[in-house]
């Protein structure tokens, strides 16, 4: 790239923000002598560091950089250009992070896009030849959930590690990331690149019902590019009723319900058990057993439990840790293949610090400190002046 053209970019952008060069300075890590040196062209960045620019700045790295945007860079520019409300810039934000360094870990190590197993083609085929996408009903998405079930065999059992069975199968990158309660998920998709994100600023079980519910969007190729949601049950759209009834059929299969039930009365302990067999919320399971496709428990039963507290049905049960199922986790996870080229480049030279720190999106000092004392630095740059 033109160090010339970029540090001109940068200069540009640093100057419509109504930042100097010192305030940049400040943002970056850098003296007001070096951002002068980078407008000027005659200090050097990597991808990177041009990433923790474009940061700073609230841009994108194409903007930046000055390329034409095409797959995750054009993604992440219309993940930040989508209508929303300043409650969804952090979920935004993350996204767009993700994004880039997935095109920067393309341009740098060469980093493939993701791609379905074929398992999960097959999946695609079958709801493309029963045109489940063009029905836009709760029905559909339940075929759906019964396709994936069988095409991946997974019969009437849990599903363990959501994320990872959508990132091997379907080539979705799964983020988890504690974003605040004002966005459950986030799933952007286009041209050979799709991400979902979900918030862990919830409970365990509304995360996995969440990540099931971006699924079936992806699937049934929503024609929307980026779809921000808040409450999963709020909007009563057909396209979003539809995912719903996709994400409640595939985490809780009606024969795998009826399993672990065996003819007991419903009670607190079943409940118990339930939720965590199946790796659930208390609503949505309370909802899944009086649905018409289950029938494990009247409508008018449902209403009474959902009178009583989760927390407190868990007590009554008996159950070891109730805080693990009512409280969020605040977990972070990024794509491991994301990680792994992002690591594996960063000790090969061939990524610098600022991509990984922009991934895990932590302070790039701080960072090199825990991964030095890990043992993870990046090859010894060799000093010419030192044989003179």
């Not at 001109?8 to 100097?20: D, K, M, N, S």
């Not at 709760?138 to 019964?146: C, N, Q, T």
């Not at 979902?196 to 079936?216: D, K, N």
């Not at 009512?326 to 480049?345: F, I, K, M, N």
């Amino acid at each position: 790239m033109s160090e010339k053209s970029v540090g001109e970019r940068i200069a540009a952008l640093r100057a419509v923000r109504g930042l100097t060069g010192e305030q940049l300075g400040r943002a970056l890590g850098l003296t007001k002598s070096q951002v002068s040196k980078v407008e000027n062209g005659t200090r050097k960045l990597d991808v990177s560091e041009v990433a923790q620019v474009a940061d700073v700045l609230g841009v994108t790295l194409a903007e930046v950089l000055g390329v034409q945007r095409k797959g995750s860079l054009a993604l992440a520019a219309r993940v930040m250009a989508a209508p929303g409300k300043d409650e969804t810039t952090a979920a935004r934000r993350r996204v767009r992070q993700v994004l880039e360094v997935e095109a920067a870990l393309g341009d740098s190590v060469g980093l493939l896009s993701a791609r379905p197993s074929s398992a999960g083609a097959a999946v695609l085929e079958r709801a493309r030849v029963d045109g489940l996408a063009d029905a836009v009903t709760a029905a559909s998405g339940i075929r759906l959930a019964h396709t994936v079930r069988e095409e991946l065999g997974l019969g009437r059992a849990p599903i363990g590690d959501l994320p990872a069975l959508v990132e091997r199968h379907f080539g979705l990158g799964a983020v988890t990331w504690p974003i605040g309660k004002s966005v459950s998920g986030l799933c952007a998709h286009g041209t050979d690149v799709a991400l979902m994100l979900v918030s862990s600023s919830f409970p365990v079980g509304h995360q996995r019902f969440t990540a099931a519910h971006e699924l079936a969007h992806h699937l049934l190729t929503d024609p929307r590019e980026v779809i921000i949601e808040g409450d999963l049950f709020a909007i009563r759209t057909p396209p979003e009723q539809r995912a719903n009834a996709f994400a409640a059929s595939l985490l809780m299969p009606a024969d795998g319900l009826r399993e672990v039930v065996s003819d007991r009365p419903v009670d607190e302990v079943v409940l118990a058990e339930l939720m965590r067999e199946f790796g659930v919320s208390y609503t949505a399971l309370l909802y899944r057993l009086a649905d018409s496709a289950v029938r494990l428990m009247s409508t008018r039963i449902r209403d009474e439990w959902l009178q009583c507290a989760p927390s407190s049905v868990l007590r009554a049960a008996g159950d070891p840790a109730p805080g693990d199922l009512t409280r969020p986790d605040e977990a972070r996870r990024v794509p491991p293949r994301l990680l792994s080229a992002a690591q594996q480049g960063y000790q090969s030279g061939r990524v610098g610090l600022g991509l990984l720190a922009a991934l895990l999106d932590e302070d790039a000092d701080a960072l090199y400190a825990r991964l030095a004392a890990e043992g993870t630095v990046p090859p010894a740059v060799h000093d010419d002046m030192a044989d003179l």
